[in-house]
């Protein structure tokens, strides 16, 4: 598609200005919603949350309600959570386990595989002319990467491999690391007064961190014996920041492969025992991921496009200054007991709903959300100039790699892959990048 037929030009890619209006407009709401959500690939559960035959999970796709379940033979399904007679929600309830689906309007009966079973009058009300076949429940495509579920609307889509791309280079040091796998425990659920690209946006925003979390990184010099982080060790860290076919990554090198990978969990009193972990592991690790992605790197600060928001934390869109979040902590299955409760509160105390980390952010993304409600605010651009012109590619990693840790060059990148989907007929209009990271080690996809 020629720039000059674009309808969105949102991001000037050379001076990092943005037109904020994205933010709080109604209609430009209403467009993504069927243009961003209706074609992407989105996160809507973990395979632990339906781990036996005939468990749901309710979940959401964007603004549609959504059911996750196990059908009698194993498989996953995401149905639309709307009956096919009226269009009344079949699903009331977060979890559950059952074989059917009922409408408690008139009564029409679905198999948890989507199919429809039973319509009250079928022979008398109907005079035996329903076409059942043609009213089962609307199905999602299902497809997952190491236990966590994704589903897409759009039949024209490419797969989720293809979707994720390299950026998998990058998520399984944190996601795909042992072949036990991964559980989620959550969500927990709080309604965020701002738009939901602010959150996304903010993922790989490495500079707000001295500044919006001062007081929590006061904190955690005084009780964790943690160094004070600061701008200036921001600006001289080894850290990368990288763009990779749509999705925002950082990845943090360890100073030594039995480093404890989180921050949020660890404290003094345990970090042996992390410590520990890590070298018990360490082998296996290595048979799946290589020796550099075992040992050497940590996932950071990342979303997956569009409302992946540090892993499996959903930013679901309720309207232009409202967002639905969805709070999970995600855990590899084999470690002890006691490290997943400290990774779990730790989570919760920094990012959860009262998190130290999440009010902080919360405040800001509201205030930029809200930048573009009047007219004269409207007129000036924001500006996401920093590092324009400083990204390339990199010999060690795949991607656009920024030369600083802190960087807005992912900030630009996802604004433009925004407008891609935004502007775009079909997913004919949309780029995939090819593959090309060197996947060392036996992970796959599915584990």
């Not at 797969?159 to 969500?187: K, Q």
Request: hydrophobic share 35%.
């Amino acid at each position: 598609m020629a720039v000059s037929d674009k309808k969105y030009n949102v991001i000037d890619l050379k001076t990092g200005k943005l037109d904020s209006r994205i933010f709080s407009d109604p209609d430009i709401y209403r467009e993504e919603l069927e243009k961003v959500f209706g074609r992407t690939w989105l996160m809507i559960g973990h395979e632990s949350l339906v781990p036996k035959v005939n468990d749901f999970f309710h979940t959401y796709m964007g603004e549609d309600r959504v059911i996750l379940t196990r059908d009698g033979k194993g498989k996953l399904h995401a149905f639309l959570n709307m009956c096919r007679h009226r269009g009344n929600a079949i699903v009331r309830t977060d979890v559950g386990n059952t074989k059917n689906f009922f409408c408690p309007y008139h009564g029409w009966t679905y198999s948890n595989d989507g199919s429809l079973e039973y319509v009250p009058g079928e022979e008398e009300a109907y005079y035996g002319a329903m076409d059942r076949d043609s009213h089962s429940l609307i199905a999602a495509r299902v497809e997952t990467y190491a236990g966590i579920v994704f589903a897409n609307w759009d039949s024209g889509a490419p797969s989720l491999e293809e979707y994720l791309g390299d950026a998998r280079w990058c998520l399984d040091v944190a996601f795909n690391r042992l072949d036990a796998g991964t559980e989620a425990i959550g969500p927990v659920k709080w309604i965020e007064p701002l738009n939901w690209k602010t959150a996304v946006d903010n993922c790989s925003d490495n500079y707000h961190v001295p500044t919006t979390h001062l007081s929590a990184i006061l904190v955690q010099a005084r009780h964790f014996d943690l160094p004070r982080l600061t701008h200036e060790a921001q600006f001289e860290s080894p850290n990368k920041h990288l763009f990779i076919n749509g999705h925002s990554l950082t990845m943090r090198m360890l100073e030594r492969p039995d480093q404890a990978r989180q921050t949020h969990g660890v404290t003094q009193e345990n970090r042996s025992l992390f410590e520990e972990y890590y070298r018990s592991t360490l082998a296996e690790a290595e048979s799946r991921l290589g020796s550099v992605r075992a040992g050497k790197l940590q996932l950071g600060n990342h979303s997956i496009f569009p409302n992946g928001v540090l892993g499996l934390r959903l930013a679901h869109p309720r309207g232009p200054l409202e967002t639905e979040f969805w709070h999970f902590v995600v855990l590899e299955k084999g470690m002890p007991d006691e490290l997943k409760r400290a990774l779990r509160m730790g989570s919760g105390n920094y990012n959860g709903v009262a998190g130290l980390f999440e009010q902080d952010d919360m405040d800001n993304w509201r205030g930029v959300s809200r930048s573009s409600l009047t007219p004269l605010a409207r007129k000036y651009s924001q500006d996401l100039s920093m590092g324009v012109g400083r990204a390339g590619s990199n010999p060690d990693f795949p991607g656009t790699v920024a030369e600083r840790y802190t960087s807005e060059n992912n900030q630009r990148s996802f604004y433009r892959r925004w407008e891609e989907f935004m502007n775009a007929e079909s997913w004919e209009d949309i780029s995939i990048e090819p593959g090309t990271a060197d996947f060392e080690g036996t992970a796959t996809m599915n584990g």
